[in-house]
Structure formats: C-alpha cells, structure tokens
C-alpha cells in the first residue's frame, strides 16, 4: 500500500470498532484506531509495528470494508493528467472496473464500485492507488503497472 495513503473508518468500520467482540484481533482493534483519517499508513506502520504486519491488518481491514481512502498526501503520477472531459472519465472508470473483476474476480467488487462511484478525476485517482495497492499485493507489480497504464491511456 503506499505508504503516503491516509485512511478513515467506514461507517461499518465505526460499528464493529464500537462493538470491540466483532474485531479479529486486538491487534485489529488497534490498527482500526490509528486509521482515523488524519494519519498517512507510513505513521500507522511506525506506531502499530507492535503488533505485526500493519500491511496485512490494513488490507483485511480494507477488504472487510471497515476503512476507505480518505487522501493521499502526495501528488500521484496520474494527477499528471489534470483534466478529463466526462467522457474520458466514463471511459477510464469502466476500463479498470473490468480490468480489475478480470484481474481478482468477485474479491474486486468493492474496488470495482468505488471506481465506478467515482465522480471526479481525483476521486477515480484515489481509488485507482488503492486498487493498483491491492493489485500489487494480490498479482504483482506488472498487474497493478498494468492498471496504471490502460487509466493513463483511457484519460489521454
């Protein structure tokens, strides 16, 4: 994930932090608290480096939908492209939705959404650094590269 993503509770998240018995682990627990839409993950990493692989417990998190990227800190390559007409932006949400349910299956579905939701270009450029993020975890470089360039080319 990169590390300059910063992350908030869902409002499922807020619910299963308020009931502490729905937390896989203490560890979990913990992890969810620093997640609290201010912090860059390489802050929780440092803090919550305690407790494991912060990594691991911030994909299941963000897998089991209890968190969702609220920022990122720096500027993204793709905020290179500036710009995008509807159609472009259309275009390019429904390229990396397809490109992603090829690439996980229904285990990209949330992904899926949350791009097709998009509604501006810095939204779709957040949600597209989360995906290339699960991506890179789950395929490999070259599939989240890959992700990366048909966005590229979809807003060119």
Do not use: W
């Not at 259309?90 to 090829?102: Q, R, V, W």
Request: overall charge negative; some cysteine; charged content about 25%.
């Amino acid at each position: 994930m990169d590390s300059d993503s910063v992350f908030g509770k869902t409002a499922r998240g807020t619910a299963a932090f308020a009931s502490a018995t729905s937390m896989p682990s203490p560890a979990h627990r913990a992890v969810l608290i620093m997640l609290d839409g201010k912090r860059p993950l390489s802050e929780v990493y440092k803090l919550g480096a305690v407790f494991g692989d912060c990594d691991v417990i911030v994909e299941q998190l963000l897998r089991e939908d209890l968190i969702e990227l609220v920022a990122i800190q720096t500027v993204s390559p793709m905020k290179s492209a500036r710009v995008a007409t509807t159609a472009q932006l259309s275009a390019a949400k429904a390229a990396a939705a397809k490109y992603i349910f090829n690439s996980l299956g229904s285990d990209g579905d949330r992904l899926s959404l949350k791009i097709e939701r998009s509604k501006s270009l810095d939204e779709l450029t957040a949600n597209i650094s989360v995906a290339s993020a699960v991506l890179r975890d789950a395929k490999g470089d070259t599939t989240a590269a890959q992700l990366e360039a048909l966005i590229e080319e979809s807003l060119s």
